[in-house]
Nanobody
């Protein structure tokens, strides 16, 4: 069982930066892949980025490449999403998710999700 809590969202001007954190409970966090998703008003949740359990492999949506960086610190049971050069279209609720396999993350099929943190980018 893994419980996830996101933080770090807020209001930022276009071109600015935010760093989101995903704090996990449980002693097995280091054995889980972690991903970030976002959901703007509408039904679909969009994949943003994922990192393997070791941090050695990362994956990004095209919209995130070159601007966002996913990382993790297993000693702190925390994953991060550094977001730079933010755009108004990045406005969404951002969720972290965990799964044993990174493919499960990328498919959006994770069993474990946080409650989300709002990111608003003003133009």
């Amino acid at each position: 069982q893994v419980q996830l809590v996101e933080s770090g969202g807020g209001l930022v001007q276009a071109g600015g930066s935010l760093r989101l954190s995903c704090a996990a409970s449980g002693r097995t966090f280091s054995s889980y892949a972690v991903g970030w998703f976002r959901q703007a008003p509408g039904p679909e949740r969009e994949f943003v980025a994922a990192v393997s359990w070791s941090g050695g492999s990362t994956y990004y949506a095209d919209s995130a490449k070159g601007r966002f960086t996913i990382s993790r610190d297993n000693a702190k049971n925390t994953a991060y999403l550094q977001m730079n050069s933010l755009k108004p279209e990045d406005t969404a609720v951002y969720y972290c998710a965990a799964a044993r396999q990174i493919a499960t993350i990328r498919a959006g099929s994770s069993a474990y999700w946080g409650q989300g943190t709002q990111v608003t980018v003003s133009s």
